[in-house]
């Protein structure tokens, strides 16, 4: 059967009840949408504060391909597994964007026997989280050139106003527009355009606030342009700031449903680690750390991103710290990383198995010695898989001095990763962590930026033409403690996505910094990286279906 066939014939436990009997959660505390999602209240959360934190687990992965690595996958059969052999475990997610379930990634809610649940409503709308932040952020592009037609007291320069519009949905002809055509009653005419709506910083900051003061403080902190004297100009000048707050109060709140096993989980938030910091929110996680042992949350693509930003950016400006990680590899993404072709990945290849290795080889390097966290491999197992390919892909694994694991989650749900669960409660038991920051606070951008490029990818150095050299030093003097926000292609270290495996010695090039004063880092944006995606040739929306009794199909 296919993702959504399993999720469809889910039988699904009344989210009131199973928060109740799990949680000891109050009714009063959760507004319901549906019967199967609700979100939790602010003041709950407040109640939980003198709890004690469990024990976070971040599950990240290799560098992706075409092949398919299975993240969330294992992220939700680890939590069921955890919760099978007795553990009080949560799971923590990202809600997923429109544009890739329309576009080329599908769905993003786990996969086979390992969902979340209600599928189709976590991937398509929800509870209106990412429409609510897409109306805040244009909000405030509105009352910009509302601002300038109505006389620009602000003296914005309308050459270098930075705030973009932005929707949910994969739309190339949107990313550079001109806008105010049409007269003088439609406002001045000026250069603008289109990010997708996990590009936004609004969305950066409501995954970094804990409260609504704080979540509105850092509205008002979005720094929007600059005056033609060269002032930085800021939301909250415009007074755009409380409307924005109002719009997303209900979004700050996290969203719990449920596993095809019934355990609870949070889905809140959805950056791309890509394009953005790629974590879930920090109230989420904080919130989730108060009421189970055992937290399992995901981070965006491969380590290099979702895992960097995890730590570099949500660790340090939330107080987190992970007591292990999993790394997500599947057999046949190696394979595809030592250069075989997409129909070729189900036949036994020793040799590039072995070639492809080295992309593992240095995630695995990159999370035990540059972060200084103990790592378990968790092999996401394909029924084409042979058994010379996972003993050679275990015995390499061992070399580096970690362990991997066999696990059959999407097929079995928890019960297939219950030795992974045993290996992760083994690891935490040992506390072998010597968590750091790839680098510190007070270290210029540039070098924040080359230490990211020359110790995790494997570049030999960075480059940028003397406006963006010049900008970072600027923002370097401004923002002294901000970290780095690394926007690069998923598929490769490089800038390249069509590099594989783990290239050494190149040129990571900035094409374009953004400040995200609100957020509180800095955006780098490497080599052609575009923060508003297309379409593929052929979208995943042609697939998508309703029948007249509204069931859907074609949605993974």
């Known amino acids: 059967m296919s993702d959504i066939e399993i999720a469809q014939q889910a039988h699904m436990q009344p989210i009131i009840a199973l928060a109740a009997e799990r949680l000891s959660i109050a009714a009063k505390h959760l507004d319901p949408y549906g019967h199967y999602k609700a979100k939790l209240s602010l003041e709950y959360i407040d109640s939980l504060k003198d709890r004690p934190n469990g024990r976070l687990i971040l599950v990240t992965a290799i560098s992706p391909t075409p092949a398919g690595e299975g993240k969330t996958t294992t992220t939700v059969g680890l939590g069921d597994a955890l919760n099978r052999i007795g553990k009080s475990a949560m799971i923590c997610l990202r809600e997923p964007a429109l544009g890739p379930c329309f576009g080329v990634k599908g769905g993003a809610a786990g996969g086979g026997y390992a969902q979340v649940v209600p599928m189709e409503d976590i991937n398509l709308h929800f509870t209106g989280d990412f429409h609510a932040i897409g109306v805040a952020h244009n909000l405030l592009a509105a009352m910009i050139d509302n601002h300038i037609h109505q006389g620009n007291t602000l003296n914005l320069d309308l050459r270098r106003i930075h ?21 003088a009653a439609n406002g001045f005419p000026r250069e603008d355009g289109f990010d997708i709506i996990a590009a936004s910083e609004v969305m950066a900051i409501l995954c970094l606030s804990n409260t609504i003061k704080e979540l509105k403080q850092r509205l008002g902190n979005i720094l929007v342009g600059y005056s033609h004297d060269g002032r930085a100009i800021f939301a909250r000048e415009l007074n755009a700031h409380g409307a924005m707050a109002a719009l997303l109060k209900d979004a700050l709140r996290p969203n719990m449903v449920q596993t095809l096993e019934n355990n609870p989980v949070f889905v809140h938030g959805g950056p791309f680690a890509n394009i953005a910091h790629g974590c879930n929110t920090v109230i989420a996680t904080k919130t989730a750390l108060k009421m189970a042992d055992i937290v399992v949350t995901e981070a965006g693509f491969g380590a290099d991103l979702g895992a960097e930003k995890f730590i570099d950016i949500k660790c340090r400006k939330a107080g987190l710290q992970p007591d292990a990680v999993v790394l997500v590899a599947t057999v046949r993404a190696l394979k595809s990383h030592g250069g075989v072709a997409v129909k070729e990945l189900t036949q036994e290849n020793l040799t590039a198995l072995e070639a492809g290795f080295v992309n593992l080889a240095r995630h695995l390097s990159n999370v035990q010695e540059q972060f200084g966290l103990p790592c378990i491999v968790a092999i996401n197992h394909f029924v084409s898989d042979s058994d010379a390919e996972i003993a050679l892909l275990k015995q390499k694994v061992e070399a580096l001095d970690s362990t991997a694991i066999i696990c059959r989650h999407w097929a079995e749900g928890g019960k297939g990763a219950e030795a992974l669960a045993h290996a992760v409660i083994d690891v935490i038991e040992r506390g072998q962590t010597r968590f750091n920051f790839l680098y510190q606070d007070d270290l210029p951008l540039w070098d924040k930026i080359r230490t990211v490029a020359t110790r995790l990818y494997g570049a030999a150095d960075i480059s940028a033409d003397d406006r963006v050299r010049r900008q970072l030093a600027e923002l370097s003097e401004q923002y002294p403690h901000y970290p780095v926000c690394i926007a690069k292609t998923q598929s490769s270290f490089t800038a390249d996505p069509t590099i594989k495996g783990a290239p050494s010695g190149h040129v990571l090039p900035i094409r374009e910094v953004r400040p995200a004063h609100g957020a ?15 379409l593929p040739k052929v979208p995943a929306a042609e697939h998508i279906d309703v029948d007249d009794n509204g069931k859907i199909s074609g949605l993974f």
């Open 163 to 183: 705030w973009k519009r932005v929707m949910d949905m994969n739309d190339r002809a949107l990313r550079d527009i001109v806008v105010g055509l049409g007269g």
């Open 520 to 534: 509180e880092f800095v955006v780098a944006i490497c080599g052609s990286m575009m923060t508003m995606p297309g």
